[in-house]
């Protein structure tokens, strides 16, 4: 099974037949996709890619470094690639350079990967235990986006941006992963950015080498969060059909002509978050008998915005503004209590004011944007003037409706110096001027 308990100690025996089996599921799907995409178009826009990647599950600070004792993991991948082709007349494909979209299948081996707190006067009243917490292994089902940068006969240079949902098979839990802070859930929102050099050696067919970031982390929607990060070359078999077409179509292909124009968007979400603040006192400032010491159970506390942003769409691919966002926290209360219990006399407010600059990436009707703001007015207590920053983050995927004059919907997370804040559901309102 996938997904089957890991004990502390695995078995080899165990271990080895979990590789089988995922290279066996790889082989099987490859051969299908194979025969699918010889089987569809005289120039079918299909192709499959199988790859392997040797990573490491790095720290991102000297906290992690603390109890992250081992790293190395393994990764296989298959890929169904789906080009755009010269009849489907598509103005983005040429904007982009006729990029690849791929739906992809990733299976993560964490066996290696060990984590464990050794004494330190850091931990508080925490008290190290004596063996080492796994990590699990991830299965993640994820759409990438594949950018050429150059492209010949024979080589081929692009870059790729991921995301998707992840699976684990093993969380924090007080009873054999109490050191595993990096996943709290066993579904998680699944990010990867890559670099990739491909040898098209024959018509059809192509190696590819690349160097991967891959992330999973469950966006604050609950505790543990520190998210696994994981760096590693790559190597990846390509069948790929469509590259000859591609080829000549980039090379005779021109851009339309597009219609530029301001346009207002007023958004409004509904998000979810927990607290760093109970996570801190649960891991060091709770004494061991208590039952709240380490504990797996978090409260979920409900997170409101509203946006209200001047847009320029001053390209097919691109829009460019600025905007004021408005935050609503009902967890004001919680962190107000938490901090009068430790001594500190703040303000605090539910509310949070920022004005922001904003960026989006168009593609048809899906769209990723990305923000970088200031506060301009935010009371959140001591645990946010300590792990917060002045300004955040958000990035989020939409997608426009085909009705209602092009009603957005999506998904963002907002972040602290790319920490996750909260995660939450928008829909979005353009007016254009």
């Not at 649960?282 to 159970?297: I, K, L, M, S, V």
Request: aromatic share 14%; glycine share 8%; net charge positive.
């Amino acid at each position: 099974m996938l997904f089957a308990n890991e004990e502390r100690r695995k078995p080899n025996g165990t271990k080895q037949r979990t590789i089988r089996l995922g290279i066996t599921l790889c082989t099987l799907t490859l051969a299908f996709a194979t025969a699918f995409a010889q089987q569809t178009d005289s120039v079918s826009r299909w192709g499959v890619s199988l790859s392997a990647m040797k990573g490491n599950v790095v720290a991102a600070d000297q906290y992690v470094k603390k109890w992250l004792k081992r790293g190395d993991n393994l990764s296989v991948a298959l890929e169904l690639l789906r080009a755009p082709l010269p009849k489907d007349s598509d103005a983005f494909a040429v904007d982009y350079g006729n990029p690849t979209f791929a739906f992809g299948l990733r299976y993560t081996f964490n066996n290696a990967v060990r984590l464990h707190r050794e004494a330190d006067a850091d931990w508080g009243l925490l008290v190290p235990v004596s063996y080492e917490s796994p990590l699990g292994n991830t299965l993640s089902l994820y759409t990438t986006f594949y950018r050429p940068l150059h492209r010949s006969r024979t080589w081929e240079t692009a870059y790729s941006l991921s995301s998707g949902v992840g699976f684990s098979s093993s969380i924090y839990n007080k009873e054999n992963a109490i050191d595993n802070e990096f996943i709290g859930s066993h579904a998680s929102i699944y990010f990867a950015a890559g670099l990739h050099q491909t040898f098209h050696f024959a018509p059809k067919w192509g190696l590819r080498a690349s160097l991967e970031f891959v992330h999973h982390s469950n966006g604050a929607l609950y505790r543990p969060n520190k998210g696994s990060n994981t760096l590693g070359a790559s190597l990846a078999l390509l069948y790929t059909p469509y590259y000859e077409q591609t080829l000549r179509t980039a090379q005779t292909s021109s851009k339309k002509p597009f219609e530029r124009g301001m346009y207002l968007n007023f958004a409004a979400g509904v998000g979810a978050k927990t607290l760093l603040e109970d996570w801190l006192l649960t891991q060091f400032g709770t004494p061991p008998g208590h039952p709240d010491y380490r504990t797996e159970r978090f409260r979920i506390y409900a997170a409101y915005s509203l946006q209200a942003d001047l847009m320029w769409r001053h390209a097919r691919r691109w829009s460019s503004g600025v905007g004021v966002d408005a935050f609503y926290g009902t967890y004001a209360r919680r962190v107000e209590e938490l901090d009068q219990q430790a001594g500190y006399n703040l303000r605090h407010s539910p509310f949070s004011f920022g004005l922001a600059a904003k960026h989006e990436a168009h593609y048809g009707r899906l769209s990723l944007a990305v923000s970088l703001g200031v506060y301009l007015y935010r009371r959140m207590g001591a645990n946010a003037k300590i792990n917060e920053t002045p300004y955040y983050e958000r990035i989020g995927l939409h997608y426009a409706l085909p009705w209602f004059n092009g009603l957005t919907v999506g998904v963002n997370v907002k972040a602290h110096k790319t920490k996750a804040d909260l995660t939450e559901v928008v829909v979005g309102v353009p007016i254009r001027l």
